[in-house]
């Protein structure tokens, strides 16, 4: 079975600083994919950042970064340079080899404050 | 269309009442998902459909809920005689393939169903 956990219900940046939002994952397969979703309050899901299991860089996109350690089955999200609008629930996903299922963890809150 | 469409947005219906949650996903894309947010929740995985086929109903909660999906694209979710416990904000989301590539599934905005 494939599971996501993430640990943090909540957490706090000042703004212009870096953050780090965990997540581990479970499975049994050798190849998958990790995905990071934003959903403000808007309820919006908006997609972020992608690693797959046999990407052997970790995978960034402009203020987001994937810190990727397969050995230790985490893939945290890093967003560098904190903004007033990065306030929002963030989640984590898998997709397993299959290419089926979609799971997500319960995700994180993150505000960041002035 | 230009993205992943669901209708109504909000509905809300009286108790043991049927409900039909509509999805329309990205043209070509072979793969939807539903899934069910309760307030403050993640994301509980209900089912996803291949084409028309559903490899996967094990999230569907109860005998009460069923899906399907015709002709590749539009999906139905259908709620019978609903309960208070199935008010939720119900998301559809397609991606243009299964596997594990930067396939990212892109999401409806949602129809927030009110049990009273």
């Known amino acids: 079975a494939q599971k996501i956990t993430q640990t943090q219900p909540g957490m706090f940046v000042q703004e212009k600083e870096a953050v780090t939002l965990d997540c581990t994952y479970d499975?049994?397969?050798?190849?998958?994919?990790l995905f990071w979703y934003k959903q403000p309050s808007s309820g919006e899901m908006i997609f972020l950042i992608y690693q797959g299991s046999y990407d052997e860089q970790n995978a960034t996109e402009g203020r987001y970064s994937l810190n990727f350690q397969k050995a230790r089955k985490s893939a945290n999200l890093v967003i560098s340079a904190s903004q007033l609008g990065d306030s929002a629930m963030y989640f984590c996903?898998?997709?397993?080899?299959?290419?089926?299922?979609?799971?997500f963890g319960q995700g994180t809150e993150l505000s960041v404050k002035p | 269309g230009a993205g992943v469409s669901q209708s109504p947005s909000n509905k809300v219906t009286e108790k043991g009442k049927d409900v039909e949650l509509r999805c329309d996903p990205i043209s070509g894309h072979t793969a939807l998902y539903w899934y069910r947010q309760s307030l403050g929740q993640g994301l509980e995985f209900l089912i996803y459909f291949q084409g028309n086929s559903a490899p996967d109903k094990s999230g569907l909660p109860s005998d009460r809920f069923s899906a399907e999906r015709t002709g590749g694209s539009v999906s139905t979710l259908t709620i019978q005689r609903t309960q208070q416990e199935d008010s939720a904000v119900y998301l559809c989301?397609?991606?243009?393939?299964?596997?594990?590539?930067?396939?990212?599934?892109?999401f409806g905005q949602g129809t927030r169903l009110t049990v009273v």
């Open positions: 499975t049994s397969d050798q190849s998958y994919g």
């Open positions: 989301a397609s991606s243009p393939r299964l596997g594990t590539g930067d396939t990212e599934a892109f």
């Open positions: 996903a898998m997709r397993g080899n299959q290419g089926g299922k979609l799971i």
